[in-house]
């Protein structure tokens, strides 16, 4: 079995370095060279070191961290990471903090990481039914959900009197309108003309359909 270490930094509690981490780690039996460092914070979707360290682990290797705030950033992503390490015949062994009794290595462990895991998909469960129930009670007050057009009405007006003159830049345009390259020219054709979702954003909101100054 081979111990592999991850260790980040926490801008939650001010620690700016992995070196109390590092020490418990390598107290713990992880080797230095097995172990993994990075130095974002876990807001942050992208660190690197952790899918390096996630690769190397191989079946019958023990992931070990100082704390569970370490690996996840969140409960659902920590139940995610450990179901995948789990199904890869990899264990986790947390040192310290409120997961400290996880060890998936244990019969004890895989127990508490199991209550863990029934309270993420408790509250995805939640989510799921306060966001029907939130779009049932819009949709009663005639509200729909979906986002929001962004294309309006007074922008689609600009761009029509802008295309198709001499000095307009459609990536200047589409800069000044907040849209997309693709949700102009779906609006309007390169010399002005509405196109069919211009017609409907006009028609639903009982605009007149001709160009300005005609």
């Known amino acids: 079995m081979t111990l592999i270490g991850y260790v980040r930094v926490s801008k939650a509690d001010g620690s700016q370095t992995t070196d109390l981490q590092r020490d418990a780690l390598l107290a713990a039996g992880v080797d230095s060279d097995l172990l993994y460092e990075d130095m974002a914070s876990g807001r942050l979707t992208e660190r690197p070191q952790l899918e390096a360290c996630l690769k190397a682990l191989r079946d019958g290797d023990t992931l070990v961290v100082w704390k569970l705030d370490r690996l996840g950033r969140d409960l659902r992503h920590l139940v995610t990471i450990v179901d995948d390490l789990t199904k890869r015949g990899v264990g986790l062994k947390v040192l310290t903090g409120q997961g400290a009794a996880v060890d998936t290595t244990t019969a004890q462990g895989k127990l508490v990481f199991g209550i863990f895991a029934a309270l993420a998909e408790f509250e995805r ?25 962004k294309m309006t009405p007074a922008k689609l007006r600009l761009a029509m009197a802008s295309m198709g003159q001499p000095g307009t830049k459609v990536s200047d345009l589409c800069a000044e309108l907040g849209i997309t390259r693709q949700t102009l020219y779906r609006h309007v054709s390169p010399t002005g003309e509405l196109r069919a979702d211009g017609q409907k954003l006009l028609a639903r909101r009982n605009l007149p359909r001709n160009r300005p100054g005609e």
């Open 125 to 149: 469960e939640l989510i799921s039914e306060r966001t029907i129930a939130g779009l049932q009670a819009a949709r009663a007050r005639g509200r729909h959900g979906g986002r929001p057009f």
